[in-house]
């Protein structure tokens, strides 16, 4: 998040969204197939839709708190 300095104030300035974003995740990931999440280019497809879904999910803290993600990062990809 780019505006916020501090990663605890970013946790805290996420934490109402939090559920929501939690949520879209696992039904997103829910309905993918091994198909769509293997590669770079299907690793990449879902970085791009997620980033893209929490992008509007921030849009509505809007007035609130100026939150701008910047990326999408994965620190464990596992695909089962």
Same mark, same amino acid.
């Given at each position: 998040?780019e505006g916020?300095?501090?990663?605890?104030?970013?946790?805290?300035?996420?934490?109402?969204? !939090?559920?929501?974003?939690?949520?879209?995740?696992?039904?997103?990931?829910?309905g993918k197939? =091994? $198909?769509? &999440?293997?590669? @770079?280019?299907?690793?990449?497809?879902?970085?791009?839709?997620?980033?893209? !879904?929490?992008?509007?999910?921030?849009?509505?803290?809007?007035?609130?708190?100026?939150?701008? =993600? $910047?990326? &999408?990062?994965? @620190?464990?990809?596992?695909?089962?």
């Open positions: 998040l916020i300095h501090e990663e605890k104030e970013g946790q805290e300035h996420l934490a109402p969204y !939090k559920a929501a974003m939690k949520s879209w995740l696992i039904g997103h990931l829910s197939s =091994l $198909k769509d &999440v293997s590669g @770079t280019a299907g690793v990449k497809r879902l970085q791009r839709e997620i980033f893209e !879904k929490f992008e509007e999910i921030l849009a509505s803290a809007h007035g609130k708190v100026h939150l701008v =993600l $910047k990326e &999408v990062l994965f @620190t464990e990809y596992v695909v089962q």
